[in-house]
Every structure is written in C-alpha cells, then in structure tokens.
C-alpha cells in the first residue's frame, strides 16, 4: 500500500465538505473556507491525484428507481486467491460494490438489478456457481437508506 | 412508501452520468446528452425533490485518512422495534451509514473511525452494549474498495 501524503486539517475540511455535497462549486468551497478558488481546486486535485478520493458520485434510492439492491457477504476457503476472485467479480456488470474484507466476510459485495425476483435470484445463484471456494453466503436485501454519510 | 413519480430514459442517463462523476457541471451533462443546461438542471431539480437523489458525496479511501471502516451486520431479535434503535443509532456520530435491511441481517450499519485498535473496539462494544436486542453481530473490516459504482 503506498504511503498516504501528509493530509491537514483544511484538506480535511475540504472533504468533509464534499461529502456533505459533491457538487459544491469551487466558489462555494472557497466561501465555506475563507479562502481562494484557485487554492480549492489545487488542493482537490492533489487529494484525486493521490487516490484519497475514489470517486464523486450520487447515492440513488434504488427503490425509488424499481431496482433491488442485495448485499453478499462472502467467506472464502482460506486457499482461495482473492485477487482472481476480485478480478473474476469486477467484470460482471451487475456486481457495483466490491469490498475487500477482514473478518466475519471475507469480499462483501452489492448487486443491483431491476426489481424482479426471479432476476434477483438468477444473479445470486450465478455467483455462487462461477465463483469457487464460497464457503458461505450471507445474503441481505436493503430496503431502506437510513443514513448515508462516509466521514 | 410514496409512489416514484415515472422516471424516463433521459432521467436514467442524468443519474448514470452523475453516479459516474457528481461533480458534471450543468453544461457537461448539457453537451454530454446534446440538451440544454436550462433542460438538464430542471430535470435534476426534479430527482432531487422526489428523493431519488438521496446525495451527492464522495467515496474517500478511508486507509489513506488513516480511518478504519468496519460493517456490522446486526441480526435483531423479531420482536424489537426497528425503527427505534435506528433513531438511536442516527445519533451516534461515528455510525455513518444505516441500511434497513431484509434476509441474513436486519440491520447494516458502518462505522467509522480512527485508525486505533482500542478505541475500534470501544465503538463496536459500546453499540453491542447499547443497543438492545442484537441477536448476532457480525464483525467485518474494509481493507480496500476494489470496485465503486452505484447505478
């Protein structure tokens, strides 16, 4: 893992900001901080450059737009190669999130798909058939979005 | 549950797109679906206030901030009240994310904190202890995001 860049305290600020709203100007950012546009949009490409921040995105209610959204907590024999595994997860349009894990699970992984359970099933079981060395399967459906902050 | 007001072909390609990068300004979306800005920005008025926008944020890599992400499934006894231990888990700071959620687990809840051992086991303990009625908690540690999309 490469070693993070020093991160102070108004990068912090910076992102705390963004996450509460990613679609904050650079106009706006600089008003919340007291500082200059040209200063806010340097520091965020440093933060997008070093990886501290993997994406923009917006949290949709997948409910809302007639999808379902299953969550699979994955345990893995010990012997089982987890990059190929990871690899093998990521080319399957239908897998969105996938977590590397320690613990109870060893990948989590979200699938999305259109509201229907005879589709929802189809992709659960194809998981468990092309992925080998699937000990055990925790499967969970999100019905509702309580919270949904991330620092 | 409210009814979702018809979300069309152009409504998806909107939410795709911002899923892809929340930071779009109007005028990429605009010239990105060969629309106008005037067009893409009522329609996003729209999404946001029938909720299928639940935020715009971004995804950190939380081990470069020197935080860890542990994900508790938490399995509840059927007969407490859902709804009054996620009123009680929205009040604790560092749990950031809360998922209503059917199947292996009826809750889903992330936390985040400071990259401490002692202080990580603070916070899961002090959930167990305080929340009443946990059937079963499985304990499970982010160590990378090996995939992040939404839609």
Redesign the interface.
Known sequence: ?PM?RK?DEID?KI?KL??????YTYKELAEKLGTTRQRVSRRMDKLEK??????????????????VHV?L?LTLRPTVDLDEV?EQ??SIDY???????????SL?IHL?GPNDMALTEKMIRSIAKEIHGIDKM??????????????
């Open positions: 893992m993070a991160i912090m992102l963004l996450a509460e709203n990613a679609r070093s990886g501290v921040v993997i994406k923009y995105t917006l949290i949709p209610d997948l409910n809302k737009l007639n999808h969550i907590g990871v997860l990521k897998v969105k999130i996938i977590e590397k894990t320690l613990g109870s699970h989590i999305v925790d499967i969970t459906f999100v019905t509702e979005i309580c919270k949904f902050e991330v620092i």
